[in-house]
């Protein structure tokens, strides 16, 4: 029977022992987790800052007259005091929770004195929303009609439509929605970079050191052993995405009564996903070649996870300047970072969340990564097996390039 | 048996290395070397540290490309399908810690083409055959250094490999393991199988070996067969045990002489024959007469020396 293709036995082996590792399980569990963890606190949380979970009575004193409408808002009722004394001794009795004056000038000054026993550095939103309202609708109370005291209530309901370059509405609206998608996936192709590197210099830093290298160049050549190295590796590093990603719909399923909502609203542009998924290949080789040279020439594992920080600081760099994207999301220097390969995957998945990215762009972006790839891959190769063997030696970078062009 | 004999290959050479050459940095390390490795024989590679053996292996197994000159397997010019023909046993050496005895020697020997079934079977019969089957599910990192170095040793042959390239093989092996082995290489060699054993220890060679290289420097200076090799560096002296009185004798320039046993130096242009013509003349019982044949060790320190003049 003919042995099985020997490309196919490498990316088997680094595949099967890439999944295997306890850093890769820990860290394919671990993304959920957090996630999970995040939502969690993000329930608690606005579980212990919502305003008022049962009804609540809330006293007041009328000193200015004519606030006697409107004593119902919401879950909280207002409850009218004939002097301060009497709401004060309803106070001590727990009877309200707090109470208000509303004093003989206010028409003139706008003064309301709040007396509580609760200590906070600010007062519930919950309870200033509904004293607010209920003045107010007082004072307008028979000067203007009701449906025109609404909208003085709440007189600005935003909405904003895009325009497409012909003036027709465009497919799609944008804002934070179209942003969240992006975002998770520049995330994911950082974190699969990072991750996947450094695997790959683990383990070509651990044959280097055990000779192991040796015995595999002597029985596949270069090409067989970076291709199924890179690709068994990306394999599992693809694993580990489709296990984030699958976890999503579980995640938010829980989030959906407080995020949902908001991701409900989200539309992916158009095309999103096809060009997400190249940038992630491209993205993913561009940085394994890069990976596999510097294990190459690196003389220890060690070494070469300091070097190769070199490259993976600018994949994330845009990250760091979302903010700044998304106040100018056409600077020139976005199109810089677009075309470089190096900080170009990230990039352009970040900006597709927020403006759109021209075709040339594009075009000119996935150019210069392919090149950049089979360039790097073909300098690999060829100083792949001499530098491999030179253990503890590490050449100049100018060392490199004249080896590679010699051969 | 450890390995099905070769058949069908008659006398060509299995390896045919001619004229290569090496160099890292202007520097030569390996300067037009020419040898061959004949089916069924031990041979053996020697030269001090930093003479180009492991360069040279490098290039046997194409691990490194020779600047110029050739290197051919069972004729063919060396490629991705002869390296399947060959079993290479590093200096240093290395399996992958997690992994188990049995993974270890079924993963190599799928890189050499191996199909699994036959991997699974000889993996068994070789565990068996070094007493190591109770640890075929240990993981390499819990087995001592001896016991790796058996494994590896088993991954260089599981293939059932036409050529051996072993380097350093016996070092931190107990003699029960270096017997085991020495007796597996010659039970390879028994099989029309070759073995290149490259190592710094001279009696080896000698215990071993039927063919070496010595390189020194780059450059081969010595090769052939190990006897004839240690006749042409004989001294001009005999070993002697004897009884009675040995005298003056023609032709000796000088003698080490024990009580019962002595080594005369012979004078140039005096034959072993001669002197032991005048020692039967005069009567003195000869023991042992041996014509002296130095050990490899001081014909390497010879060769040695000779080429740093």
Redesign the interface.
Known sequence: ????N?TY??FR?EFV?TV?RTGFIIMTLVVPLVALLGIGIYHTVSGISKPVAEAEKVGYVDKAGGFDQFTSQGKITLVLFNNPDDANQALVRKEIKEYFVIPPDYISSGVVSRYTMQKELYPPPAVMNAINTFLLKNLLAGEVPAATAARIEAPLNLVTVTLTASGEVAPEQGGFGSFVFPGIFSLLLVLAIIFSSTYLLQGLG??K????I????????TG?LLTGKVLGIGTAGLVQVVVWVGSAPLLLNLASSSIGGFLSTVQLPAGFLILAIIYFILGYLLFAVISASIGAVSSSSREGQQLITIFTLPAVSPLWFISLLMMFPNNPVWIGLTIFPLTAPVAVMIRLGVTDVPAWQLAASIATLVVSIIAVLMITVRVF??YL?MYGKRPGLGKVLVMAFKG | MIDRPVTGQGNKALLEISGITKSFDHTRVVDNISFDIRPGEIFGLIGPNGAGKTTTIRMVMDIIKPDTGQVKVLGEILSEATKDNIGYLPEERGLYKKLTVMQSLLYIASLKGVEEGRARQRAGELLEHVGMAAHRNKKVEELSRGMSQLIQFLTTIIHEPRLMIMDEPFANLDPVNTELLKEMLFELRGQGRSVILSTHRMNEVEELCDRIFMINKGRGVLYGELKEIKSRYRRNSVFLDYQGELGELKGVATRREQPGAAELILEDGTTPGQILEQLVRRGVTINRYEVSTPPLHDIFLQVVGESHE
Do not use: D, T
């Not at chain 1, 029977?1 to 099985?4: C, D, L, S």
């Not at chain 1, 050191?209 to 192991?212: D, K």
């Not at chain 1, 040796?214 to 050549?221: A, K, M, Q, T």
């Open positions: 029977m003919k042995a099985m020997k036995l490498i082996h022992n295997k651990e044959e050191e055990n000779r192991l040796e015995i595999l160049l002597s029985s596949v050549s067989q097996r001499i063997l």
